[in-house]
Nanobody, 122 residues
Framework: QVRLVESGGGSVQTGGSLRLACAAS????????LGWFRQAPGKEREGVAT???????TYADSVKGRFTVSKDNAKNTLYLQMNSLKPEDTAIYYC????????????????WGQGTQVTVSS
């Protein structure tokens, strides 16, 4: 059974930093894409960053230069380092996994974590 558990959310002021983690277990895909998504109140879920089995990364334009996605295969953990946070980054952040290529839309991501809240105050 695939299980994804996010942690590391919280409340920070504008310009602050947070590091999210996603502990993943139960999937044995030879090639998999891990992604971070977020959903703000009243808005659709959007892709934030992805990392594939070769550790190639993609980012949404809104977070480029501020967020960094990484993974530790030995620990089966995905990370999202978020710097220079802005109020518009406030959302619930989710990690997800899909087979094969990475996409920043949520299509094809079969398994999702429960989410962790990030709140950035001005």
């Amino acid at each position: 059974q695939v299980r994804l558990v996010e942690s590391g959310g919280g409340s920070v002021q504008t310009g602050g930093s947070l590091r999210l983690a996603c502990a993943a277990s139960g999937y044995t895909y030879s090639s998999a894409c891990l992604g971070w998504f977020r959903q703000a109140p009243g808005k659709e879920r959007e892709g934030v960053a992805t990392i594939d089995h070769d550790s190639d990364t993609t980012y949404a334009d809104s977070v480029k230069g501020r967020f960094t996605v990484s993974k530790d295969n030995a620990k089966n953990t995905l990370y999202l380092q978020m710097n220079s946070l802005k109020p518009e980054d406030t959302a619930i952040y989710y990690c997800a996994v899909r087979r094969g290529r990475c996409y920043l839309n949520s299509y094809g991501y079969l398994y999702w974590g429960q989410g962790t809240q990030v709140t950035v105050s001005s």
